[in-house]
């Protein structure tokens, strides 16, 4: 039987009081986190499609209910609940602030374009200027960034707006500091070869209302949310069936060779002679925050993880809707940095590709199933990384026993 979820809309038109306008909406879009493992993370965005043929919603209009109030700024939540589910809180698949309100006019029909994006479009716009930083962890960089008079980003325990896990890796103290504070963000994240994103949904709790800025050291565990992806027809709970899926194979993750740039001294430099033997060199080039040992170590690290081509499954799309109550909820919850098990047998083939994924981004299309209970169809589109493609792991070994990321499922 079919999962009933109810998407809710709401947008704090005053600043403070969210309106709920679902009956309104036709379609939404949400997007965040990345497509593959190595892009940058940047803006989440949601894009939402409402019916205005009531003209409650013309921009600018003097008799428009909302139209005619502060738009660009104010506050959007959009969550959901699944009927008979089990969670006591909803779940939050997007947060975020309107910067865009287009208007398209038909013969008695309008509808508006409202578009959201998450708090990475705040740090943006926001500079650090000449500042001075103590020897210190990613983790402790990062936070120090956000505190910023000139940064100043939000740090309320209800919602909850950071959650920023402890990094492995200690940046060189710097002095004299300036730029943007995301690219500085940034730069500290790929010192630690972590993640640091806006994230979504998770687990529903009382304070969580997504748009989390979120750091995840290399060594952070993944969250296992009790789903695993089938091409199977026959499944038991908990195993939900894919739509689609897409396979990779090919050179969008092969490196043989690195060039990292440490805080001070010498480019490191390093490669794989047999990998570039057979498929010709292919260097990474990145400037980190740390010393030169360090930074060494994270090159031999990083081309012992990526000098061999893998086949691995990069997107996998379901319908949540069409899953049992349960695993509908349990899917809903899924956000950068969750597990999952993926099993797809290839046609003519007898054996099965089986393997341990991390969520890399998200996407959601939600549209109207019932106007009557607003209950919606929605389509998941979930970017992928494999789990368990790490090179190689020796115990002990100062660069190579470290575990990565996707080795430590929490």
């Avoid at 589910?85 to 910067?99: A, M, N, Q, V, W």
């Avoid at 402890?166 to 963000?185: E, F, H, P, Y």
């Amino acid at each position: 039987m079919s999962a009933t979820v109810v998407v809710t809309v709401a947008v704090a038109f005053d600043g403070s009081t969210f309106t709920d306008i679902s009956s309104r909406v036709t379609r939404t879009s949400i997007r965040y986190g990345r497509d593959r493992l190595l892009d940058e993370f940047n803006s989440g965005s949601c894009i939402i499609t409402y019916d205005n043929a009531n003209n409650s919603l013309t921009p600018g209009h003097s008799d428009s209910t909302y139209g005619n109030t502060q738009l660009i700024g104010r506050e959007v939540r959009i969550s959901s609940a699944v009927t008979g589910g089990s969670d006591s809180y909803s779940t939050y698949l997007f947060r975020g602030t309107i910067t865009d309100i287009d208007y398209v006019a038909g013969f008695d029909t309008s509808t508006v374009s409202i578009t959201v994006v998450d708090g990475f479009e705040k740090l943006g716009r926001a500079t650090v200027l000449n500042q001075s930083f103590s020897a210190e962890t990613t983790s402790t960089r990062i936070t120090n960034i956000l505190d910023l008079a000139t940064v100043d980003y939000p740090d309320e325990s209800n919602p909850n707006d950071r959650d920023i896990n402890t990094g492995s890796v200690t940046c060189a103290s710097a002095s004299g500091v300036n730029g943007n504070a995301l690219d500085l963000i940034q730069q500290t994240t790929r010192t630690e070869n972590g993640r640091f994103l806006a994230n979504h949904a998770g687990t529903p709790s009382s304070t969580n209302y997504g748009n989390v800025l979120t750091f995840f050291g290399q060594n952070t565990g993944t969250t296992t949310r009790g789903i695993s992806f089938s091409d199977a027809t026959s499944l038991s709970g908990g195993a939900v069936q894919m739509n689609s899926l897409e396979l990779e194979f090919g050179s969008e993750l092969l490196f043989n060779a690195y060039e990292f740039t440490p805080s001070s001294g010498s480019v490191q430099s390093g490669n794989d002679s047999t990998s570039i033997g057979k498929y010709g060199q292919r260097t990474i080039k990145r400037t980190l925050l740390c010393d030169a040992t360090a930074t060494n170590n994270a090159g031999i690290y990083f081309i012992n993880l990526y000098s061999e081509p893998a086949l691995r499954i990069s997107k996998v799309i379901v319908d949540v809707d069409a899953m049992s109550a349960a695993d509908a909820e349990k899917c809903l919850h899924f956000n950068v940095q969750s597990s999952a098990t993926l099993t797809y047998t290839p046609p003519g083939s007898s054996a099965a590709l089986e393997g341990e994924y991390v969520i890399e981004g998200v996407q959601y299309d939600i549209s109207v199933r019932d106007m009557a209970t607003n209950a919606a169809r929605i389509q998941a589109i979930y970017s992928t990384s494999s789990a368990d493609t790490t090179g190689y792991w020796v115990l002990e070994d100062p660069v190579l026993g470290v575990l990565p990321t996707v080795l430590a499922p929490g």
